[in-house]
């Protein structure tokens, strides 16, 4: 598992101002928080942040964060980016105890897709319908990535979450809140399929646009 180093300062101020004073001078605004210390806020330098969420492993990994000369183990919990800049406004960060299960979000791996029967034999497509799955586990059992194989699947079947093999020790969160089993995670469509669904669209396109100019039509009269 990669090994992630970030270099955190402590901040006494907070509010608005503050932090766009913060993100001026390069800095992003954030707080660790969990465990058996309290909320501590933070600033860590915005473009080294930005370095590390340019790795998908940084998402999914248990990161070293240096504060004040001492390190601690954290994992990032939320991130609150810029809807339309690349700027990263407020990030959390929850300790980790070794004897305290987490809930963390790991990606799935798609293995075989290459040899996918439903690909390979009757032309049909991979639909990946998530991406990744939050998993609760104690840190030592946290994987990197949770493998997906589709080689034997067919054109119309799917991976559920009740077909996901997981490591020991690890469960899926939304199952462990009630989520349903049957939950598709990667299916493969056919042509004919997708033609399909391209048609019925255009169908309702139309219609949609019939409503429209009666409706326009009645409006002058």
């Known amino acids: 598992m990669e090994t992630f180093v970030l270099q955190a300062e402590q901040r006494n101020a907070v509010g608005r101002a503050e932090n766009k004073r913060l ?7 954030a707080v660790v928080y969990g465990g058996h210390g309290e909320a501590v806020n933070i600033q860590i330098e915005h473009n080294a942040m930005l370095r590390n969420l340019e790795k998908s492993g940084f998402y999914s990994n248990i990161l070293d964060l240096s504060l004040d000369g001492k390190s601690q183990k954290v994992y990032l919990k939320d991130l609150n980016r810029h809807p ?3 700027i990263i ?4 960060f929850q300790r980790v105890e070794e004897t305290v299960e987490l809930n963390i979000r790991v990606p799935l791996l798609l293995v075989n897709e290459d040899l996918c029967e439903g ?7 991979v639909s990946r319908l998530m991406t990744e799955v939050e998993v609760t586990c104690l840190p030592k059992d946290l994987p990197q990535a949770i493998e997906v194989d589709i080689e034997s ?3 119309g079947e799917a991976i559920h979450f009740s077909d996901l ?3 020991n020790g690890v469960k899926l969160t939304a199952l462990l809140r009630g989520g ?3 939950t598709s995670v990667v299916q493969v469509l056919s042509p004919k399929g997708l033609e399909a669904d391209e048609e019925d669209s255009l169908e309702t396109e139309d219609a949609s646009e019939e409503i429209q100019e009666e409706e326009s039509a009645e409006s002058e009269e």
């Not at 390979?120 to 497509?125: A, H, R, S």
């Open 153 to 155: 699947l067919k054109i």
């Open 84 to 86: 339309s800049k690349k």
């Open 23 to 29: 993100r001026r001078e390069g800095y992003l605004p």
């Open 89 to 92: 406004l407020h990030a959390d």
């Open 165 to 167: 093999s997981l490591p």
């Open 119 to 125: 690909v390979k034999q009757d032309g049909g497509t």
């Open 180 to 182: 349903d089993e049957s």
